[in-house]
């Protein structure tokens, strides 16, 4: 199976910082990636698809990208409404998903 | 509007059987692969695996493949995962999601959930 692995765990950010949050594959993925956001008590919803594709209604200010085993996603400056759980999601072999990153306003 | 509804869960036995069902709306099921996605009390997400749009094909992770099976009904636009033998760590919440596709060169296919269901709670305990 291909192990994904989200770092930070959690972080804080203020209001109008930039944010990133990396996911690293244990092999190759050929930028079959995915990026979710869960708030509490919701289902996740798609952001990012492709490595670096926007899915349709999402904020321009999150953007992804990588290659190979690494990649990240970025908020280009943290809003209230930003405050979840980020995922991300290999699509290459089977479906895997990172451990999660909890994004809290500081 | 797409709508993906969940029905099925609660607590049941370790050992017994359990069906989940999901009614799609709002989209042309029979056009989507469909995946069954759990979410752990600790939040581990876990994918358990799809069925092709005609329900002529299904793929599992392979910790799992054993217990559970995918199916589908397009003329009831209706997804099913029937669990068997459960366990308690097959306690989560079940989610239903549509998977979307894009081919980004031959043999290249990204892979990804688009849509979710708001999940059905299943709790294994005696």
């Known amino acids: 199976d291909i192990q994904m692995t989200q770092s930070p765990a959690s972080l804080s950010a203020s209001l109008g910082e930039t944010v990133s949050i990396e996911c690293l594959a244990s092999e190759g993925i050929s930028n079959s990636l995915a990026w979710y956001q869960q708030k509490p008590g919701k289902s996740p919803q798609l952001l990012i698809y492709g490595a670096s594709s926007l899915q349709d209604g999402v904020p321009s200010r999150f953007s992804g990208s990588g290659s190979g085993t690494q990649y990240s996603l970025k908020i280009s400056g943290m809003q209230p409404e930003d405050e979840g759980v980020y995922y991300c999601?290999?699509?290459?072999?089977?479906?895997?998903f990172g451990g999660g990153t909890k994004l809290e306003l500081k | 509007e797409v709508q993906l509804v969940e029905s099925g869960g609660g607590l049941v036995q370790p050992g017994a059987s359990l069906k989940l069902s999901c009614v799609a709306s709002g989209f042309t099921f029979s056009d989507y692969w469909m995946s069954w996605v759990r979410q752990t009390p600790g939040k581990t997400m876990e994918w358990i695996g799809d069925i092709k749009y005609d329900g002529s094909y299904t793929n599992y992770a392979p910790s799992l493949k054993n217990r559970f099976t995918i199916s589908r009904d397009n003329a009831k636009s209706t997804l099913y995962l029937q669990m068997s033998n459960v366990r308690s760590e097959d306690t989560a919440t079940y989610y239903c999601?549509?998977?979307?596709?894009?081919?980004?060169?031959?043999?290249?296919?990204?892979?990804?959930?688009?849509?979710w269901g708001p999940g059905t709670m299943v709790t294994v305990s005696s």
């Open positions: 999601t549509r998977e979307d596709i894009t081919i980004a060169a031959p043999s290249l296919y990204y892979w990804y959930f688009d849509f």
């Open positions: 999601q290999q699509g290459y072999k089977y479906r895997t």
